[in-house]
T-cell receptor, first 114, second 113 residues
Framework: EAGVAQSPRYKIIEKRQSVAFWCNPI?????LYWYQQILGQGPKLLIQFQNNGVVDDSQLPKDRFSAERLKGVDSTLKIQPAKLEDSAVYLC????????????FGPGTRLTVL | AQTVTQSQPEMSVQEAETVTLSCTYD???????LFWYKQPPSRQMILVIRQEAYKQQNATENRFSVNFQKAAKSFSLKISDSQLGDTAMYFCAFMEYGNKLVFGAGTILRVKS
């Protein structure tokens, strides 16, 4: 069974530029999560999708971050414009059921904002 | 708000020895899940072990086992016969039914040869 796929693995941008990350969950997993992991900290949930609908985006900085999951499969997370404090690893995870099941993580995208 | 505390920022263990990583959490709920995830330098977060709070028996997965003390809100991970490949950041995580996954700050484990 293929795992959660993410791309790119690394991205370096200047502040105020925009960037997008892509995630493809495990086949059949209806729930998809985006996490932000700042160096030295545990992951923090940014947004959760159930199929193509948003379940929780309470910790997503909506003035600069956006995410979509068209057709209920893969998802894109965008930052526009980026700030220095957005430097982090962005992890995507998926699960079969919303929040009552184990989450499986992708390899992450390391973003550096200069 | 639920919190997860990992009081050991770093741990070291000799190859083939046993090490225990500590985790405590705070909740007023009686039904929840607890997890240990491993994150090697490659960054892939891998599930190590999972425990459901209503189960009395401690979970075990090969060399990995937990000591779940519900009254004390403690969930420690024991790694037996440590291997070099166990070197990683270990995260304790907590999830109430129908709620989000909350992670601790992590413990860096270094296995020495």
């Amino acid at each position: 069974e293929a795992g959660v796929a993410q791309s790119p693995r690394y991205k370096i941008i200047e502040k105020r530029q925009s960037v997008a990350f892509w995630c493809n969950p495990i086949s059949g997993h209806a729930t998809l999560y985006w996490y932000q992991q700042i160096l030295g900290q545990g992951p923090k949930l940014l947004i959760q999708f159930q199929n193509n609908g948003v379940v929780d985006d309470s910790q997503l900085p909506k003035d600069r971050f956006s995410a979509e999951r068209l057709k209920g499969v893969d998802s894109t997370l965008k930052i526009q414009p980026a700030k220095l404090e957005d430097s982090a690893v962005y992890l995507c995870a998926s699960s079969q059921a919303p929040r009552a099941d184990t989450q499986y993580f992708g390899p992450g995208t390391r973003l550096t904002v200069l | 708000a639920q919190t997860v505390t990992q009081s050991q920022p770093e741990m070291s263990v000799q190859e083939a020895e046993t090490v225990t990583l500590s985790c405590t959490y705070d909740t007023s709920e009686s039904n929840y899940y607890l997890f240990w995830y491993k994150q090697p330098p490659s960054r892939q977060m891998i599930l190590v072990i999972r425990q459901e709070a209503y189960k009395q028996q401690n979970a075990t997965e090969n060399r990995f086992s937990v000591n779940f003390q519900k009254a004390a809100k403690s969930f420690s991970l024991k790694i037996s016969d440590s291997q070099l490949g166990d070197t990683a950041m270990y995260f304790c995580a907590f999830m109430e039914y129908g709620n989000k996954l909350v992670f601790g700050a992590g413990t860096i484990l270094r296995v020495k040869s």
